[in-house]
């Protein structure tokens, strides 16, 4: 299931979610070169978040292999700004299109309810959320993690609890067959939050690379927790008498 789009209006123009896409493309250009192999080495030993390495988990001096004879070497001396930095960077074009893709279509309205300042810090906290819970789940961990999924993982929470009936519309992929349909928002959203846990309780068992399933799990329930006291109720609910929010519950 890929979303294509929702169908819930939106009365203020989405400014936080227009800087934030803006930013990740700043960094995957200025910083990553758009993916060239040396800066996205570097950015990623540098800027992304090694749990190993924050934590002083890993002996100094250990290589962690990025392939291309490229490898990140570490000394203990992470700095913890990478708590935020991670959330800007990525590890390949599919990589920042999808989770730009996730933003704009579910971003633009959790912002609504809450003004552009307040969905910029419940953003972050989501993100922080998702870090810190991929970092408990492992401590250890030497492979750089980047990616905005975390804190996107939150939005989607925060739109799972504003507005669960809303209808998105779907890309379903049954094998050969490939059809689009609208789906309450709690159906998609909740199929994806299943496939992270699908996929986070086999990854306790392993060490290693791969997809940060418990930081998405992390930033979806704290965007899930977060939004209650974040959003602007009178402003939602103003709208709502309107019936400018067809699919929320607030």
């Known amino acids: 299931m890929f979303p294509l789009g929702d169908e819930n209006p939106t009365i203020r123009t989405p400014l936080a979610v227009f800087f934030l896409i803006g930013l990740n ?7 990553q070169g758009f993916g060239s192999t040396e800066p996205l080495a570097r950015s990623l030993c540098e800027l992304g978040l090694i749990p190993g390495d924050l934590l002083h988990r890993v002996p100094p001096g250990t290589l962690v292999p990025l392939g291309n004879e490229l490898a990140c070497r570490l000394e203990g001396d992470a700095s913890p ?22 933003l704009w279509v579910f971003g633009d309205n959790v912002e609504d309810a809450m003004g552009s300042a307040r969905f910029l810090a419940f953003y972050l906290l989501c993100g922080l959320a ?3 819970t991929q970092i408990i789940t492992d401590p250890s961990a030497a492979l750089p993690m980047v990616g905005a999924s975390g804190a996107i993982g939150g939005v989607m929470g925060g739109y799972a609890r504003l507005y669960p009936h809303a209808r998105v519309r779907t890309l379903i992929f049954l094998g050969f067959y490939v059809t689009t349909v609208a789906v309450p928002a709690i159906a998609m959203l909740g199929y994806w939050f299943f496939l992270q846990l699908a996929g986070g309780l086999p990854a306790l068992q392993s060490a290693g690379g791969g997809v940060a399933f418990w930081a998405h799990i992390g930033g979806f329930l704290a965007g899930l927790f977060l939004v209650g006291p974040m959003h602007r109720a009178d402003y939602l609910a ?13």
């Open 130 to 132: 998702a870090a810190g």
């Open 238 to 250: 103003q709208h709502l008498r309107g019936g400018s929010y067809p699919g929320a519950r607030w």
């Open 25 to 31: 493309v700043a960094s995957w250009a200025l910083l």
């Open 81 to 102: 700004l990478t708590l935020i930095t991670h959330m800007f960077l990525h590890g390949g074009w599919f990589h920042i299109i999808g989770n730009m893709w996730f």
